[in-house]
Every structure is written in C-alpha cells, then in structure tokens.
C-alpha cells in the first residue's frame, strides 16, 4: 500500500505566497482544512503532553507559518492603512 505524504504547513504556504496573491487574498488566507485538522490534533496530544519528537518538530513547522504569515498580514494591513512598518 502507498501512503500518501502529510502537506508541509511551510510548503503550502510557500506555495501560495509563489501565486503572487492579492492583498485581499492574503488577508484571507487560512491552511487548508486537511492541515488545520492535523494541527489540531497535534495540539490535542501537545496539550495532554503525548507529542513525540517528531510530532513536535510538526507542530513548531506549524507556528512557524503561523508566525510568517501574521506578520505578513500585519505589514499588508498597515501599507494598505498607508503606515509604514
């Protein structure tokens, strides 16, 4: 049997940053349900302190997209409010 491969958090979002989005596109964005279901599966077992190592190193791709995207929204939010970061 094949097992077909989890998406990276990091290579979605690379992927849509790669579709050059509009700022209202950006503004929107969320990952999409497949990842945000694993997401927070893994912060039902990082709550319950069950994470394996590699569970853990998943978890951190995911506040780091996380972390990437906010500030992107942010920075989009204040050039379009004409303040600059």
Not at 21 to 26: A, F, H, K, N, S
């Amino acid at each position: 049997m094949i097992e077909m491969a989890v998406r990276n958090p990091l290579d979605e979002v690379t992927d849509f940053l790669a579709t050059a989005p509009t700022d209202e596109e950006l503004l929107d964005y969320k990952i999409s349900d497949d990842l945000q279901a694993r997401l927070h599966h893994l912060l039902d077992l990082n709550g319950e302190g069950e994470l394996n190592d590699c569970e853990k190193r998943k978890l951190e791709d995911y506040l780091r997209a996380n972390r990437m995207m906010a500030s992107l929204k942010v920075q989009t939010r204040l050039r379009l409010k004409g303040i600059e970061a």
